[in-house]
């Protein structure tokens, strides 16, 4: 063992060198360098491919020989129903090669750098929990208005306009700040409160259409050793599925509008209160399956499908995602909100649908006119119909439900919507301010109070500042109802 | 032979410098650029914002939150993995009872032990995150299930559902798959320590704990050191916020009671789209950071010991 020591006048330690450079070496935190490897690069060139002459076949006048890519997100829907679409698509235009199609689950991190770099693809499916920001997209000019499309006529009956076909609200949703559409929401989820039909019948009972039938249904599972409610507790954001249409049920359309508008003191509405209050009484009486709170959506999803919960507030994807845990028996339904009382300003029924897979063409898009007419293809009858057989949702297409086997879960999300009738409401939050709806209000809010752990009106409270302080960021675009 | 030292390193090094200097530095530089740009990463057009950033940055409630629960980690963790990893190494090595032939053996069965200490250090964090959230599920989990089994059950909680407990959950997970890897440092370390200083010990009458800490704590020290910086690494950097982002409500813990600055900076720049903005708290983990190495580098310094 001889010496190691670097005070020693005989040059250099060994141990020294490398101390000192594993310490630089350490010090060095990935984070920084990860984040500036998407750094913006100069914007690519603006070339779009020639338009083709319209014609009866080719109404948005794509180029029949120019490619066209579309990325879509691999999720709860899968992407067969996509590449099924291309398929059409290259029926219709021999001459272009065959659509380039990808699929990821991580929208984001695979597009960021292509949007930063100009070169995006012609048509996304912008979905996913790597959803890009639609206000930042939006505000910062990077999609195509879609009105062609709506405007141009439909695939299966050119005396109607593609926008005629589309179910109540879908164009709506599509629009930011004024006319332009820059989103085409594909698929049409019902949220609400879901249930097994079976397990209602064991209680002898009917789905609670008041708030003391509801409790008072609570209170007998309660006996029997079952739970009133779960929901992910490791998701909070979940909550609002069934109590923000329960709000707008109670205090009427306005109310909702008001709190997307970020309107001060929208949050201290009574029709929220009155809401939170019953929401919390649930919590109180302990009709909330023990451990809820630390529970993820599958989890809590599969406690409700094993029978130890009656009712979940979720949308309609449940059905595919449940799956492989329901039991045959099982008679999934939604049910729209319990009436609170005779005062509510909108009849029972009343129910929150609206459209979910939001496809965007990009401003830089090479061939929009193609990703247009793909999306045209989409909202055909036929497809629509594969759609809706293979995912087991609704989509945009006003119909293409007839003559299809549906399942408990699809066709009572029909007879919800034919209920509803005009009462669909359409709260925006989870569109406009992606942080405010999801972390904020759903994590530091309704979760907290739905784990008792604060009372309605401090959640209230902090809700509201939170509302504030989002409408005075001035960093983050905002949106009015129109 | 002391006035060319570095130039004589850094001739040598050139190659990894450059290396270090593109890949390291120069992102570090862009970085700080960025962070005073209101970019929001999904267009290439930004502009200079001057220090709207960092002025946010510092009304921000949960940047204090997280910054926080990241000095937290970082004091608490090395500290207790460290710990551990120094207790089961000793006994491992040294701490066994003296046996025929042998002065100095580790406890019986010590080769088994350090294979099932090793063993987590095989699984990929993601992975022991994603086992753990199991074990912590309140309805079926391992943990409320056991305590219900001996007759505990008033014990049983929401643990990562509950905003008191959650951090804490984190840091069992974080130890657990840490501590084998620094066992098996240490293990290394304390092999090259002459035997003949513990036979000395023990013909002294020392006890275990003297050995301990007059012989095998002053000789392991230079690893002791690097190991605490490259905890305080894992805990401030990617190992914390994979085990967050993985196993946490929201992620982010209830009501931001596991929320941590990467986890913090991934959100800002990844769900936000606030790109410039999440460069200025990834400036503000870069401080933190520098600031524990500079921390851990001065009051580590001791006199070096030869043998």
């Given amino acids: ?482 | 032979m002391q006035h060319g030292k570095y130039r004589f390193i850094a001739g040598f090094l050139v190659v990894p410098l450059a290396l270090y200097a593109v890949f390291v530095i120069w992102p570090f530089v862009q970085s700080i650029y960025y962070s005073f740009t209101d970019w929001t990463g999904l267009s290439p057009d930004f502009e200079m914002v001057g220090f709207d950033n960092y002025s946010k940055m510092l009304q921000d409630d949960i940047f204090w939150k997280s910054l926080q629960h990241s000095v937290l980690l970082v004091l608490l963790l090395p500290l207790v993995t460290l710990g551990l990893a120094l207790f089961f190494a000793f006994m491992l090595n040294v701490g066994g009872r003296r046996r025929k032939g042998a002065a100095v053996t580790g406890v019986r069965g010590s080769s088994f032990y350090k294979i099932a200490y090793f063993f987590p250090q095989v699984l990929s964090i993601v992975i022991v995150a994603l086992l753990f959230q199991f074990a912590f599920n309140p309805t079926s989990g391992m943990l409320n299930s056991t305590l219900k089994a001996i007759g505990a059950g008033s014990l049983q909680s929401d643990w990562l559902g509950d905003p008191d407990l959650a951090l804490y959950c984190v840091m069992v997970v974080l130890i657990w798959s840490t501590v084998g890897f620094f066992v098996v440092l240490f293990s290394a370390g304390m092999a090259s320590i002459p035997k003949d200083f513990y036979e000395a010990a023990l013909l002294d009458g020392a006890s275990r704990i003297t050995t301990f800490f007059r012989i095998t704590l002053p000789l392991l020290w230079d690893t002791v050191q690097s190991g605490w910086v490259y905890m305080g690494i894992l805990a401030l950097g990617v190992e914390a916020f994979t085990a967050v982002q993985v196993m946490t409500v929201g992620p982010g813990g209830p009501d931001y009671s596991t929320s941590v600055l990467p986890l913090y900076v991934y959100q800002t720049a990844f769900r936000d789209a606030q790109a410039g903005y999440a460069t200025t708290i990834g400036v503000g983990l870069l401080i933190v950071t520098m600031l524990f190495a500079a921390v851990v580098m001065r009051l580590g310094r001791r006199e070096r010991l030869e043998f």
Avoid at chain 1, 41 to 54: L, M, R
Avoid at chain 1, 301 to 330: H, M, R, Y
């Fill in chain 1, 1 to 482: 063992m001889g010496s190691t020591s670097a005070h020693t006048n005989e040059g250099l330690g060994r141990r020294d060198v490398i101390k000192r450079s594993a310490a630089l070496g350490l010090i060095a935190v990935p984070t920084m360098s990860f984040l500036s490897a998407c750094a913006s690069s100069d914007s690519g060139t603006d070339e779009k491919v020639e338009k083709g002459t319209k014609s009866a076949k080719n109404p948005l006048g794509v180029n029949e020989t120019a490619p066209l890519e579309v990325v879509i997100f691999n999720g709860g829907f899968g992407e067969q129903y996509a590449i099924d679409a291309e398929k059409k698509y290259n029926e219709a235009f021999p001459k272009a090669p065959k659509v380039k199609h990808t699929a990821t689950e991580k929208i984001q991190s695979t597009l960021q750098p292509r949007f930063n770099g100009g070169t995006p693809p012609d048509l996304i499916d912008n979905s996913g929990a790597e959803q890009m920001d639609m206000g930042v997209l939006v505000g910062k000019k990077q999609l195509l208005d879609l009105t062609p499309l709506l405007d141009a006529p439909s695939y299966d009956d050119p005396a109607k306009k593609v926008r005629d076909t589309l179910r109540p609200g879908i164009v709506e949703m599509g629009q930011f700040d004024g006319d332009p559409v820059w989103i085409m929401y594909y698929a049409y989820t019902v949220y609400g409160v879901w249930y097994s039909q079976t397990a209602l019948e064991k209680l002898d009972a009917a789905y609670p259409e008041t708030w003391d039938d509801m409790l008072a249904l609570c209170a007998k599972a309660k006996r029997k050793g079952i739970a009133g409610w779960t929901y992910p507790g490791k998701y909070p954001y979940y909550i609002p599925f069934s109590l923000y249409p329960f709000i707008g049920k109670i205090g009427g359309r306005e109310v909702l509008d008001k709190i997307d508008n970020l309107e001060p003191n929208a949050w201290k509405d009574p029709a929220v209160k009155a809401a939170f209050e019953a929401y919390y009484e649930l919590q109180q009486k302990g009709y909330i399956l023990k451990g809820t709170p630390g529970l993820t959506h599958i989890q809590s999803q599969t406690e409700w499908t094993k029978g130890n919960a009656l009712f979940i507030p979720n949308g309609s994807w449940v059905e595919n995602e449940a799956a492989p845990t329901t039991p045959e028996d099982f008679k999934m339904m939604v049910g729209a909100p319990s009436s609170l009382d005779s005062s509510d300003k909108l009849p029972y029924g009343t129910i929150w649908a609206s459209g979910g897979e939001p496809f965007v063409v990009p401003a830089k898009a090479k061939n929009p006119e193609g990703a247009m007419e793909q999306l045209r293809i989409m909202l055909s009858e036929e497809s629509s119909k594969n759609f809706t057989q293979s995912v087991k949702s609704l989509s945009a297409f006003n119909g293409g439900t007839d003559g299809l086997a549906l399942s408990t879960a699809m066709q009572s999300g029909v007879d919800v919507l034919e209920r509803a009738g005009e009462n669909v409401v359409n709260p925006r939050l989870q569109d406009w301010y992606v942080k405010l709806q999801k972390e904020q209000i759903g994590n530091a809010g309704l979760g907290e109070m739905m784990a008792g752990r604060a009372t309605p009106a401090e959640t209230i409270k902090k809700i509201q500042a939170f509302a504030d302080a989002a409408a005075k960021d001035q960093s983050i675009k905002h949106y009015k109802h129109q």
